[in-house]
């Protein structure tokens, strides 16, 4: 069985020097975690990778920037390493067809640019959608410089990945510090912190009215819709005061699809099913943060409760629908 993964990130030397200049604004804090054996695996976009993709049992990866992007970095600074990175990617997917596709990366703090570069991407360098970090510094996701994206993205027929992105510095303050600077790191990161923020990002779309206005327009979010799958129920409660279109829950039956990021957890799976449905659920493996030996993205699918049928939508179809129709 055909296996595609479409989390799968890695990171230039150049976009992290670029980080390590910008930290000095404390914009993310997750610079460490990307040190050491991590910062290879993540650089590394060759034999090695392929090697690991084997191992695993992942036939494709679809790959991306890592967070936080270039959401944090200067105007000119960010359009320059967006164009980069993205020639980057189409040209380790042209050394290896078969074996890569791409998310392209693009320049938010400066939106019309971001535009331009997303168009680009996808008709002159043929990848299949765009990787977004939530907020670009102190701007929501859904703040009115961002349409113009929403809307070339519903134009081209691409899928828009909402990634985790660090929550900002005051809110690391007051929610997530008062440990050890370890503990403290990993509760506004990976272990909590990420996860609301990136499903937050999600919630203002909806409640902004960008799919009532881009009704066609397709959202990504890992780690299994991003804690707001699992308050679905609630989230029917703002129907009493929006006056949206559609209530949040029916969007996100119709313009949310959900991975596991390498989560593989049939609980966390069976509750997504339930508010999705299967048509709605790709599979991805956060390589290289959640890549473990052993073969472990493979054996989730194949241990999956369902049909072969539905396994192969999990497992590629379901990518291979989302993105057949990219207008080029």
Same mark, same amino acid.
């Given at each position: 069985? *055909?296996?595609?993964?479409?989390?799968?990130?890695?990171?230039?030397?150049?976009?992290?020097?670029?980080?390590?200049?910008?930290?000095? +604004?404390?914009?993310?804090?997750? +610079?460490?975690?990307?040190?050491?054996?991590?910062?290879?695996?993540?650089? !590394?976009?060759?034999?090695?990778?392929?090697?690991?993709?084997?191992?695993?049992?992942?036939?494709?990866?679809?790959?991306?920037?890592?967070?936080?992007?270039?959401? /944090?970095? +200067?105007?000119?600074?960010?359009?320059?390493?967006?164009?980069?990175? /993205?020639?980057?990617?189409?040209?380790?997917?042209?050394?290896?067809?078969?074996?890569?596709?791409?998310?392209?990366?693009?320049?938010?703090?400066?939106? *019309? !640019?971001?535009?331009?570069?997303?168009?680009?991407?996808?008709? @002159?360098?043929?990848?299949?959608?765009?990787?977004? &970090?939530?907020?670009?510094?102190? #701007? /929501?996701?859904?703040?009115?410089?961002?349409?113009?994206?929403?809307?070339?993205?519903?134009?081209?027929?691409?899928?828009?990945?909402?990634?985790?992105?660090?929550?900002?510095?005051?809110?690391?303050?007051?929610?997530?510090?008062?440990?050890?600077?370890?503990?403290?790191?990993? &509760? +506004?990161?990976?272990?909590?912190?990420?996860?609301?923020?990136?499903?937050?990002?999600?919630?203002?779309?909806?409640?902004?009215?960008?799919? @009532?206005? &881009?009704?066609?327009?397709?959202?990504?979010?890992?780690?299994?819709?991003?804690?707001?799958?699992?308050?679905?129920?609630?989230? *029917?409660?703002?129907?009493?005061?929006? #006056?949206?279109?559609?209530?949040?829950?029916?969007?996100?039956?119709?313009?949310?699809?959900?991975?596991?990021? =390498?989560?593989?957890?049939?609980?966390?799976?069976?509750?997504?099913?339930?508010?999705?449905?299967?048509?709605?659920?790709?599979?991805?493996?956060?390589?290289?943060?959640?890549?473990?030996?052993?073969? =472990?993205?493979?054996? &989730?699918? !194949?241990?999956?409760?369902?049909?072969?049928?539905?396994?192969?939508?999990?497992?590629?179809?379901?990518?291979?629908?989302?993105?057949? =129709?990219?207008?080029?």
């Amino acid at each position: 069985m *055909k296996i595609i993964g479409i989390e799968e990130h890695f990171l230039s030397p150049d976009v992290r020097a670029s980080w390590a200049v910008a930290a000095g +604004a404390d914009q993310d804090a997750s +610079a460490s975690l990307h040190l050491g054996e991590m910062q290879d695996r993540l650089e !590394e976009l060759s034999n090695e990778r392929l090697e690991r993709m084997d191992e695993s049992g992942i036939d494709v990866q679809v790959l991306s920037l890592t967070s936080p992007g270039l959401h /944090n970095l +200067a105007p000119a600074e960010g359009i320059a390493l967006a164009r980069r990175t /993205n020639d980057l990617i189409a040209a380790t997917i042209a050394r290896h067809p078969d074996r890569f596709d791409g998310f392209a990366t693009i320049p938010t703090t400066a939106p *019309k !640019e971001a535009v331009r570069e997303l168009e680009r991407s996808v008709r @002159d360098l043929g990848l299949k959608g765009v990787m977004l &970090f939530g907020r670009t510094m102190e #701007k /929501n996701l859904d703040h009115p410089d961002f349409w113009p994206i929403f809307e070339m993205a519903s134009h081209l027929h691409i899928p828009l990945f909402i990634h985790p992105q660090t929550p900002p510095r005051a809110v690391r303050e007051a929610y997530y510090s008062g440990f050890d600077p370890q503990v403290d790191l990993a &509760f +506004a990161t990976f272990g909590l912190g990420w996860h609301y923020d990136c499903g937050i990002q999600f919630l203002r779309l909806a409640l902004a009215g960008v799919f @009532d206005r &881009f009704p066609d327009l397709q959202i990504i979010l890992g780690h299994w819709g991003e804690v707001v799958l699992f308050y679905a129920e609630r989230l *029917k409660a703002f129907s009493r005061v929006t #006056k949206l279109q559609r209530s949040v829950v029916d969007t996100m039956r119709e313009n949310l699809y959900v991975t596991p990021s =390498g989560m593989f957890s049939q609980s966390n799976y069976q509750h997504a099913l339930g508010v999705v449905g299967i048509d709605r659920i790709l599979f991805s493996t956060d390589y290289p943060y959640q890549y473990r030996p052993g073969g =472990g993205p493979r054996n &989730f699918i !194949e241990q999956l409760p369902v049909s072969h049928d539905d396994k192969e939508k999990i497992a590629h179809a379901n990518w291979e629908r989302l993105t057949r =129709g990219i207008r080029r």
